[in-house]
């Protein structure tokens, strides 16, 4: 389960002549284009998984599923009870390492 | 640095110029808060990914493996607990040692069965020390000779008092030739007509 699940709409054609893209999009194409972000991703996803984190993730659910009953959980109910938790509990040391990188390369990118 | 030249993007490419022309405090605090979001943007991903991967698993009900796994993990938990813990001492416990699946043992095995040598009943703990007198090992062996064995002794026996071959030469090997007496304790070759003093 390596794809991620969020990707952006395909822009129509009559759309973007009056949309100008965001900074914030723009980042995100360079990010993309020159693979630092899926670089980014595999770091990101090694870390959590070496502190623990992912196993914490994984035993919440476990538990909320043992709770609800297998077949009435969606995937909805597990993102929305794992995200509070899961962005709070995020190592320090972790969030510091990913925005380094993430602040070099806006930097050498000239953003 | 790319440059975006078609119309639509003036707008956007003005806003990047802006940007480079050094504003340096608001160049970092917006770097800050782009990673920020960029930093969030990762994580949700990521997220999303962890939640669909445990929908999987427990829609297909992979996770009945899972949660024997987690009680071996609890068990052997405890048992390594109670292995470390210094009020078990093996010295008080000696005679009734639990093992892993709850079994006392008794500290001397109490099988009784036949000896395939001399065909006495005998307690399985004491099987050892049985077959050293009843093979060969000790004083009393030797004497013991059957019909077979006779026959094998003759043939091998030198006469000489140091056998440089003999496999089973011991401690005791040496104290006997000081004795002055023949033969190598042990040996199971040793000549049995040898009278002991």
Redesign the interface.
Known sequence: ??????RPPTPDVGD??EK??T??E???I??IESGE?ER??EL??ER?IECGW?DE??AL??AF?KKKG??N???DD??H???PK??AS?PDSI?AE??QR??TF??S??? | MIFLVSQRHTGLAILLLSLMSGFNEDNKASHAQLSSQFFGDLLDSIIVDVASECHRIARLGLDRNLEEEEEELRLSAQARVRVADPSNSGESNSKYVVDIFGQTHPPVANEIFDCMNCGRSIMAGRFAPHLEKCMGKGRKARLKVTRSSTAVQNRYSQGSPVSTYSPYSNSTNTSRLSNGTSGVAGEEYSNGTFQEP
């Open positions: 389960m390596r794809a991620s699940v969020n973007t002549q100008q893209p900074l914030e723009i980042i995100n360079k990010f972000k980014l991703m990101l996803r959590l992912k993730m994984k659910c476990r599923v297998r077949n959980v969606t995937v597990l993102v009870l794992i995200t899961g962005r995020i969030k990913l925005l993430i602040r806006l930097v990118a000239a953003l």
